[in-house]
């Protein structure tokens, strides 16, 4: 069982996607995410299985969650550095975000 904590290792932070892209070198179809954390931790990159629910054109100007304290992983070359929220569902991958505006970069507690 995790501890409180443990949860409070994780650096969740809200973030506008300002770029998205099409990733077609990635295993399984995914977009590669360029979002802004704010002035603290500025412009960040991840990797998104999330082609089943959301077309690239939808993403832009939306806010989500990410994990921000994780160390980068190279995918299929990519560096992603951030790990965006979601839940899986049988339809594919839902977002995980605020439910109205926030600044970017806000922790989540």
């Known amino acids: 069982m995790a501890t409180i904590q443990d949860f409070e290792q ?19 179809p995914a977009y ?14 991840s990797s998104a299985q999330i082609t089943a629910l959301y077309a690239l054109e939808q993403l832009v100007g939306r806010q989500v969650l ?3 304290n994780f160390p980068s992983r190279l995918v299929a ?22 439910d109205r505006p926030v600044p970017n970069g806000v922790r989540l507690g």
């Open 77 to 98: 070359g990519f560096p992603s550095e951030v790990l965006v929220l979601g839940v899986y569902t049988p339809e594919g991958v839902v977002l995980i975000g605020a």
């Open 10 to 28: 994780l650096d969740i932070r809200t973030g506008t996607i300002i770029a998205c892209e099409p990733f077609p070198q990635a295993r399984k």
């Open 32 to 45: 590669k995410l360029t979002i802004d954390f704010g002035p603290d931790l500025g412009i960040k990159h």
């Open 66 to 68: 990410g994990v921000v």
